[in-house]
């Protein structure tokens, strides 16, 4: 397996993506946020403040509103609300390179299809995710404990993937680690259970 960290983009950095994918740069994963508002004014200046059960955890990573900042990726997860993810599956066009794919976090049926409409059924797989955490204040999320996990895989059923913690676990951090390629060309993501420490 290899030891290369794959670029990942959390388009949407509220409470879901803000989470997951700080948990993933804590595990070691190379990330970028795509926020706005008071909230990236926050992130740029102090990180991004993660208020986990076992303690508080800032994660410094490079966060715009403007997706082309951020240049193309090899995964984006997309946590944007429901009603947003058409118009963010339009804005993301410069994070896509020739292989890159998108995770919806939604917990819907109809995010996938939605994506897969605007930039093509090879760039998205099936995705849903599981936690209780959210924006305390700008730059800031808590989470509370619970279930976490990122569940994501093709959508004909060929592959999935799941994080789940063990439960004496304080987070999960999904890891992105090609092992087999997809029908697009590029190497899909394994199943594979990871936990990064939140002391």
Known sequence: MSDERLRIAVFGAGGVGAYFGGML?????????????EHLRAIRAAGLKLELPGGER????????????????????LA????????????????????????PLQNGVEAASEIAAELGETRVVGGLCGTISFVV?????????????????????????????????PGCAPRFRPTSKSRSGRSSSSSSRSAASAR
């Open 25 to 37: 740069a804590l595990a070691g994963e190379e990330i970028a946020f795509v926020a706005r508002g």
């Open 58 to 77: 800032t994660i410094h990573a490079p966060a715009s509103d403007d997706p082309s900042d951020l240049g193309p990726v090899d995964v984006v997860l």
């Open 80 to 103: 944007v609300k429901t009603w947003q993810v058409r118009d963010a599956a339009r804005a993301m066009a410069p994070l896509l390179g020739p292989e890159t794919f998108v995770v």
């Open 137 to 169: 204040a700008p730059g800031r999320v808590r989470n509370v404990g619970g279930s976490k996990f990122v569940r994501f895989g093709e959508r004909d059923g060929r592959a999935a993937s799941d994080c789940s913690p063990p439960s004496s676990a």
